[in-house]
Protein backbone atom coordinates (compact mmCIF):
# COMPACT_ATOMS: atom_id res chain seq x y z
CA UNK A 1 0.00 0.00 0.00
CA UNK A 2 1.43 3.87 -0.58
CA UNK A 3 2.12 5.49 2.23
CA UNK A 4 1.66 9.38 2.18
CA UNK A 5 3.70 10.86 4.78
CA UNK A 6 4.67 14.81 5.06
CA UNK A 7 7.15 16.06 6.83
CA UNK A 8 5.48 16.08 10.41
CA UNK A 9 5.93 19.93 10.85
CA UNK A 10 2.75 21.28 9.15
CA UNK A 11 0.97 24.77 9.25
CA UNK A 12 0.03 24.10 13.28
CA UNK A 13 -0.07 28.15 12.97
CA UNK A 14 -3.45 30.19 12.71
CA UNK A 15 -4.65 29.95 9.01
CA UNK A 16 -4.00 32.77 6.63
CA UNK A 17 -6.37 35.06 6.14
CA UNK A 18 -6.70 34.28 2.32
CA UNK A 19 -7.30 30.77 3.22
CA UNK A 20 -9.90 31.61 5.30
CA UNK A 21 -11.87 34.15 3.32
CA UNK A 22 -11.46 31.62 0.27
CA UNK A 23 -13.02 29.03 2.56
CA UNK A 24 -15.74 31.56 3.46
CA UNK A 25 -16.74 32.13 -0.07
CA UNK A 26 -16.83 28.41 -0.65
CA UNK A 27 -19.18 27.84 2.16
CA UNK A 28 -21.74 30.97 1.01
CA UNK A 29 -22.05 28.71 -1.93
CA UNK A 30 -22.64 25.57 -0.78
CA UNK A 31 -25.12 26.77 1.65
CA UNK A 32 -27.18 29.61 0.00
CA UNK A 33 -27.25 28.33 -3.54
CA UNK A 34 -29.09 25.41 -3.37
CA UNK A 35 -27.18 23.63 -6.01
CA UNK A 36 -28.41 20.71 -5.29
CA UNK A 37 -32.11 21.81 -6.53
CA UNK A 38 -31.35 24.27 -9.20
CA UNK A 39 -30.23 21.81 -11.75
CA UNK A 40 -31.69 19.81 -15.09
CA UNK A 41 -34.50 17.42 -14.76
CA UNK A 42 -35.35 18.68 -11.07
CA UNK A 43 -38.93 20.01 -11.61
CA UNK A 44 -39.22 21.45 -8.11
CA UNK A 45 -40.80 24.47 -8.46
CA UNK A 46 -39.36 28.02 -6.64
CA UNK A 47 -43.12 27.97 -5.23
CA UNK A 48 -43.78 27.84 -1.04
CA UNK A 49 -46.54 25.54 -2.49
CA UNK A 50 -46.44 21.32 -0.81
CA UNK A 51 -46.54 18.78 -3.59
CA UNK A 52 -48.61 15.84 -3.50
CA UNK A 53 -47.16 12.40 -4.56
CA UNK A 54 -50.44 12.83 -6.71
CA UNK A 55 -49.25 15.95 -8.56
CA UNK A 56 -47.18 14.00 -11.50
CA UNK A 57 -48.30 16.84 -13.96
CA UNK A 58 -44.81 18.53 -14.72
CA UNK A 59 -42.87 15.86 -12.71
CA UNK A 60 -40.11 13.88 -14.57
CA UNK A 61 -37.46 12.21 -13.05
CA UNK A 62 -34.08 13.48 -12.67
CA UNK A 63 -30.75 11.82 -12.11
CA UNK A 64 -29.41 9.92 -9.21
CA UNK A 65 -26.20 12.28 -9.01
CA UNK A 66 -26.34 15.44 -10.64
CA UNK A 67 -24.01 18.43 -11.86
CA UNK A 68 -25.37 19.94 -8.66
CA UNK A 69 -24.51 17.31 -6.56
CA UNK A 70 -21.16 17.04 -8.25
CA UNK A 71 -20.41 20.21 -7.53
CA UNK A 72 -21.42 20.67 -3.61
CA UNK A 73 -19.51 17.15 -3.29
CA UNK A 74 -16.36 19.64 -5.17
CA UNK A 75 -16.92 22.38 -3.04
CA UNK A 76 -17.12 19.79 0.62
CA UNK A 77 -13.35 18.62 -0.94
CA UNK A 78 -12.26 22.01 -1.60
CA UNK A 79 -13.39 23.10 2.16
CA UNK A 80 -12.10 19.85 3.63
CA UNK A 81 -8.27 20.47 1.68
CA UNK A 82 -8.83 24.26 3.08
CA UNK A 83 -8.96 23.10 6.47
CA UNK A 84 -6.30 20.60 6.79
CA UNK A 85 -3.55 23.38 7.24
CA UNK A 86 -5.63 24.34 10.37
CA UNK A 87 -6.51 21.37 11.68
CA UNK A 88 -3.42 21.03 13.97
CA UNK A 89 -4.27 24.82 14.97
CA UNK A 90 -7.89 23.81 15.85
CA UNK A 91 -7.24 21.00 17.86
CA UNK A 92 -4.90 23.23 20.02
CA UNK A 93 -7.62 25.43 20.56
CA UNK A 94 -10.79 23.25 21.04
CA UNK A 95 -8.36 21.03 23.10
CA UNK A 96 -7.37 23.65 25.53
CA UNK A 97 -6.98 22.45 29.39
CA UNK A 98 -9.57 25.49 30.67
CA UNK A 99 -11.95 24.75 27.71
CA UNK A 100 -11.85 20.96 28.55
CA UNK A 101 -12.58 21.09 32.72
CA UNK A 102 -15.73 22.62 31.88
CA UNK A 103 -18.63 20.63 33.09
CA UNK A 104 -21.18 21.74 31.24
CA UNK A 105 -19.07 22.00 27.68
CA UNK A 106 -18.38 18.39 28.41
CA UNK A 107 -22.03 17.00 28.79
CA UNK A 108 -22.80 19.24 25.74
CA UNK A 109 -20.02 17.77 23.69
CA UNK A 110 -21.91 13.84 24.85
CA UNK A 111 -24.96 15.22 24.06
CA UNK A 112 -23.25 16.32 20.46
CA UNK A 113 -22.10 12.76 20.26
CA UNK A 114 -24.91 11.11 21.06
CA UNK A 115 -27.17 13.43 18.37
CA UNK A 116 -24.71 11.80 15.34
CA UNK A 117 -24.59 8.37 16.63
CA UNK A 118 -27.59 6.77 17.72
CA UNK A 119 -29.81 9.46 17.95
CA UNK A 120 -30.49 10.22 14.35
CA UNK A 121 -30.65 6.50 12.96
CA UNK A 122 -33.12 5.93 15.90
CA UNK A 123 -35.42 9.18 15.40
CA UNK A 124 -35.48 8.46 11.91
CA UNK A 125 -36.51 4.82 11.99
CA UNK A 126 -38.81 5.92 14.72
CA UNK A 127 -40.80 8.93 12.88
CA UNK A 128 -40.50 6.38 9.86
CA UNK A 129 -42.03 2.89 11.59
CA UNK A 130 -44.28 5.01 14.23
CA UNK A 131 -45.53 7.42 11.43
CA UNK A 132 -46.84 4.60 9.55
CA UNK A 133 -48.45 2.76 12.16
CA UNK A 134 -50.53 5.81 13.98
CA UNK A 135 -51.70 6.64 10.29
CA UNK A 136 -49.59 9.60 9.55
CA UNK A 137 -47.83 9.17 6.25
CA UNK A 138 -46.17 12.55 6.36
CA UNK A 139 -44.30 11.77 9.49
CA UNK A 140 -43.31 8.36 7.79
CA UNK A 141 -41.62 9.80 4.62
CA UNK A 142 -39.70 12.45 6.09
CA UNK A 143 -38.56 9.63 8.93
CA UNK A 144 -38.08 7.47 5.71
CA UNK A 145 -35.94 9.72 4.39
CA UNK A 146 -33.32 10.22 6.87
CA UNK A 147 -33.69 6.63 6.95
CA UNK A 148 -32.43 5.85 4.04
CA UNK A 149 -30.01 9.43 3.65
CA UNK A 150 -28.14 8.06 6.71
CA UNK A 151 -27.68 4.85 5.50
CA UNK A 152 -26.43 5.41 1.97
CA UNK A 153 -24.06 8.47 3.65
CA UNK A 154 -22.68 5.89 5.64
CA UNK A 155 -21.98 3.47 3.11
CA UNK A 156 -19.86 6.18 1.15
CA UNK A 157 -18.34 7.07 4.34
CA UNK A 158 -17.60 3.90 5.65
CA UNK A 159 -15.43 3.43 2.07
CA UNK A 160 -13.61 6.74 2.36
CA UNK A 161 -12.79 6.01 5.65
CA UNK A 162 -11.36 2.41 4.92
CA UNK A 163 -9.66 3.99 1.72
CA UNK A 164 -7.87 6.66 2.93
CA UNK A 165 -6.62 5.53 6.08
CA UNK A 166 -6.18 8.94 8.01
CA UNK A 167 -4.94 8.55 11.66
CA UNK A 168 -6.90 9.51 14.30
CA UNK A 169 -5.74 13.18 16.68
CA UNK A 170 -5.64 10.75 19.45
CA UNK A 171 -3.39 7.92 18.28
CA UNK A 172 0.31 8.12 18.04
CA UNK A 173 2.16 9.71 16.61
CA UNK A 174 -0.48 12.61 16.12
CA UNK A 175 0.08 13.95 13.44
CA UNK A 176 -1.87 15.68 10.63
CA UNK A 177 -0.21 13.87 7.54
CA UNK A 178 -0.38 10.58 9.12
CA UNK A 179 -2.06 9.00 5.93
CA UNK A 180 -1.82 5.57 4.39
CA UNK A 181 -3.90 4.64 1.87
CA UNK A 182 -6.10 1.72 2.29
CA UNK A 183 -4.80 1.33 5.97
CA UNK A 184 -8.62 2.03 7.40
CA UNK A 185 -9.92 -1.58 5.53
CA UNK A 186 -7.38 -3.25 8.37
CA UNK A 187 -8.11 -0.52 11.32
CA UNK A 188 -11.90 -1.41 10.66
CA UNK A 189 -11.81 -4.56 12.27
CA UNK A 190 -10.08 -3.50 15.38
CA UNK A 191 -10.47 -0.07 17.21
CA UNK A 192 -10.82 2.52 14.11
CA UNK A 193 -7.97 4.14 15.09
CA UNK A 194 -6.84 4.53 10.91
CA UNK A 195 -10.58 5.34 10.59
CA UNK A 196 -10.74 9.47 10.80
CA UNK A 197 -11.76 10.62 6.91
CA UNK A 198 -14.64 11.22 7.19
CA UNK A 199 -15.97 11.33 10.26
CA UNK A 200 -19.15 9.02 10.49
CA UNK A 201 -20.94 11.16 13.32
CA UNK A 202 -20.85 14.29 10.88
CA UNK A 203 -22.00 12.47 7.96
CA UNK A 204 -24.87 11.17 9.74
CA UNK A 205 -26.13 14.43 11.62
CA UNK A 206 -26.06 16.52 8.48
CA UNK A 207 -27.74 13.02 6.47
CA UNK A 208 -30.41 13.53 8.84
CA UNK A 209 -30.69 17.84 8.19
CA UNK A 210 -30.56 17.40 4.70
CA UNK A 211 -33.33 14.80 4.20
CA UNK A 212 -35.43 16.04 6.77
CA UNK A 213 -35.39 19.70 5.99
CA UNK A 214 -35.10 19.22 2.29
CA UNK A 215 -38.44 16.93 2.76
CA UNK A 216 -40.65 19.40 5.15
CA UNK A 217 -39.29 22.05 2.54
CA UNK A 218 -41.35 20.13 0.16
CA UNK A 219 -44.86 19.11 1.98
CA UNK A 220 -44.99 21.42 4.52
CA UNK A 221 -42.98 24.59 3.06
CA UNK A 222 -44.31 26.67 6.08
CA UNK A 223 -42.10 24.93 8.62
CA UNK A 224 -38.92 24.57 6.79
CA UNK A 225 -36.94 27.29 8.08
CA UNK A 226 -37.13 26.49 11.66
CA UNK A 227 -36.46 22.35 10.62
CA UNK A 228 -33.50 23.82 8.55
CA UNK A 229 -31.79 26.02 11.50
CA UNK A 230 -32.56 23.11 14.23
CA UNK A 231 -31.21 19.96 12.40
CA UNK A 232 -28.27 21.83 10.90
CA UNK A 233 -27.59 23.51 14.02
CA UNK A 234 -27.53 19.91 16.09
CA UNK A 235 -25.49 18.53 12.43
CA UNK A 236 -22.77 21.74 13.74
CA UNK A 237 -22.80 20.82 17.02
CA UNK A 238 -21.89 17.16 16.70
CA UNK A 239 -19.19 18.17 14.67
CA UNK A 240 -17.62 20.41 16.87
CA UNK A 241 -18.05 17.72 19.29
CA UNK A 242 -16.85 14.82 17.62
CA UNK A 243 -13.13 17.67 17.39
CA UNK A 244 -13.90 18.32 21.17
CA UNK A 245 -13.49 14.67 22.36
CA UNK A 246 -10.19 14.20 19.92
CA UNK A 247 -11.75 11.77 17.75
CA UNK A 248 -11.58 13.91 14.70
CA UNK A 249 -9.20 16.71 13.44
CA UNK A 250 -11.45 20.23 11.77
CA UNK A 251 -11.21 18.51 7.69
CA UNK A 252 -12.68 15.06 8.83
CA UNK A 253 -15.85 16.55 9.85
CA UNK A 254 -15.92 19.01 7.26
CA UNK A 255 -15.73 16.07 4.31
CA UNK A 256 -18.34 13.81 6.53
CA UNK A 257 -20.68 17.24 6.67
CA UNK A 258 -20.50 17.86 2.88
CA UNK A 259 -21.22 13.73 2.35
CA UNK A 260 -24.24 13.84 3.87
CA UNK A 261 -25.63 17.01 2.87
CA UNK A 262 -25.16 16.05 -0.77
CA UNK A 263 -26.59 12.49 -0.05
CA UNK A 264 -29.60 14.18 1.54
CA UNK A 265 -29.91 16.02 -1.69
CA UNK A 266 -29.94 13.31 -4.17
CA UNK A 267 -32.01 10.74 -2.30
CA UNK A 268 -34.83 13.14 -1.75
CA UNK A 269 -34.54 14.58 -5.20
CA UNK A 270 -34.88 11.30 -6.52
CA UNK A 271 -38.05 10.25 -5.00
CA UNK A 272 -40.14 13.70 -5.09
CA UNK A 273 -39.10 13.15 -9.15
CA UNK A 274 -40.64 9.83 -9.07
CA UNK A 275 -43.97 9.60 -6.92
CA UNK A 276 -45.53 6.45 -6.41
CA UNK A 277 -41.95 4.62 -7.07
CA UNK A 278 -41.57 1.26 -5.64
CA UNK A 279 -39.82 2.06 -2.48
CA UNK A 280 -42.27 3.66 -1.31
CA UNK A 281 -44.92 1.80 -2.35
CA UNK A 282 -44.00 -1.07 -0.05
CA UNK A 283 -42.08 1.02 2.62
CA UNK A 284 -44.51 4.13 2.82
CA UNK A 285 -47.92 2.07 2.57
CA UNK A 286 -50.59 1.10 5.08
CA UNK A 287 -49.80 -1.62 7.32
CA UNK A 288 -52.50 -4.25 8.56
CA UNK A 289 -51.80 -4.79 12.01
CA UNK A 290 -52.94 -8.02 13.09
CA UNK A 291 -52.86 -9.06 16.64
CA UNK A 292 -51.73 -12.73 17.29
CA UNK A 293 -52.54 -14.93 20.95
CA UNK A 294 -51.53 -18.18 20.89
CA UNK A 295 -51.00 -20.97 23.45
CA UNK A 296 -47.03 -21.20 24.42
CA UNK A 297 -46.05 -24.86 24.75
CA UNK A 298 -44.99 -24.78 28.24
CA UNK A 299 -48.38 -23.53 29.01
CA UNK A 300 -49.44 -19.95 29.28
CA UNK A 301 -50.02 -17.62 26.21
CA UNK A 302 -48.30 -15.54 23.61
CA UNK A 303 -49.35 -12.18 22.72
CA UNK A 304 -47.77 -10.66 19.66
CA UNK A 305 -49.03 -8.71 16.87
CA UNK A 306 -48.66 -9.68 12.50
CA UNK A 307 -47.46 -6.52 10.59
CA UNK A 308 -48.24 -6.54 6.97
CA UNK A 309 -46.65 -4.34 4.61
CA UNK A 310 -48.27 -4.19 0.99
Known amino acids: M ?30 TGRIGWAQEGSPLPPTNAPRTAADTSTVRPAPIVTWGDLKGAAIGTGLAALAVPADGWVRSAVRRPEWQVLEGVQQLARAGNLWGDPTVLTLGTGMWIGGRLTGHPR ?6 RAFETIGVSGV ?9 GRARPNH ?34 FAFASAVSNEVALIA ?23 HTDAHWLSDVVLG ?54
Open 2 to 31: SRLRVPSTPSWRAPRPRVVGLGALLWAGLV
Open 139 to 144: VAQVGL
Open 156 to 164: ITRVLKASI
Open 172 to 205: PPYDVWDVEFGRGWESARGDGAYEAMPSGHATAA
Open 221 to 243: PAHARTVRLTTYGLATWTAYSRM
Open 257 to 310: AAVGTVTGWAVTRWHATRPGNVIDRYLLGSAVVTPIVTPAPLGGTRVGVSLTWP
